[in-house]
């Protein structure tokens, strides 16, 4: 049963700073299930990214899944507790942001807070990138291309996010 108390207060604590989405918090997850809890290895760690990508639905949720489920050796009540884990702490602060959305909507040390998480949330994404670059994975130059390609249409001329996947999804057909 500690194995599970740990898996919920493990992913518990990942969901309560998890500012920037799934792929920013995959290098607080990396580090906790790999090096201070070692429940699972670098090479398994990326197969269940890789896996939790492909599968519908949020890629943290889903890596909490899979990694609840391989911690505690096939268990489905690990999935459990932790995908419950990293929900509930979302749940709760949008329950409490909801709820004071409407006194503190125009406060100015609000919206200066949230323009702080911005950069902070890209930086945790770039993280999560370059934990995911080990001895099984690389990046080539025609990846790097593909990426500044991707940056450059988005950021100077504003193109759609889908547009932008089904271009990098062809070039990267076209190159490879």
């Known amino acids: 049963m500690e194995i599970y108390i740990q898996l919920f207060i493990t ?91 409407l006194l503190f909507h125009n406060n100015a040390y609000m919206n200066g807070a949230l323009s702080w998480m911005k950069p902070a949330a890209i930086g945790l994404i770039a993280a999560a990138a370059l934990l995911l670059m080990n001895e099984h994975n690389f990046i080539d130059w025609r990846s790097v291309v593909i990426a500044i390609g991707a940056f450059v249409a988005s950021y100077f001329f504003r193109v759609g996010t889908i547009r932008l996947i089904l271009a990098a999804g062809l070039a990267g057909w076209l190159l490879f």
Request: charged residues 5%; glycine residues 12%; hydrophobic residues 50%.
């Open 11 to 101: 992913f518990f604590k990942i969901g309560i700073v998890g500012f920037g989405g799934g792929y920013a918090m995959l290098s607080m997850v990396q580090y906790e299930v790999v090096e201070a809890h070692n429940w699972l290895s670098v090479g398994e760690f990326t197969d269940i990214v890789a896996i939790s990508q492909m599968t519908p639905g949020p890629i943290i949720i889903n890596c909490a899944t899979y990694i609840g489920y391989t911690a505690t050796g096939g268990s489905i009540l690990g999935s459990l507790f932790a995908t419950t884990a990293v929900c509930l702490p979302a749940i709760i602060i949008m329950t409490l942001i909801c709820r004071f959305f």
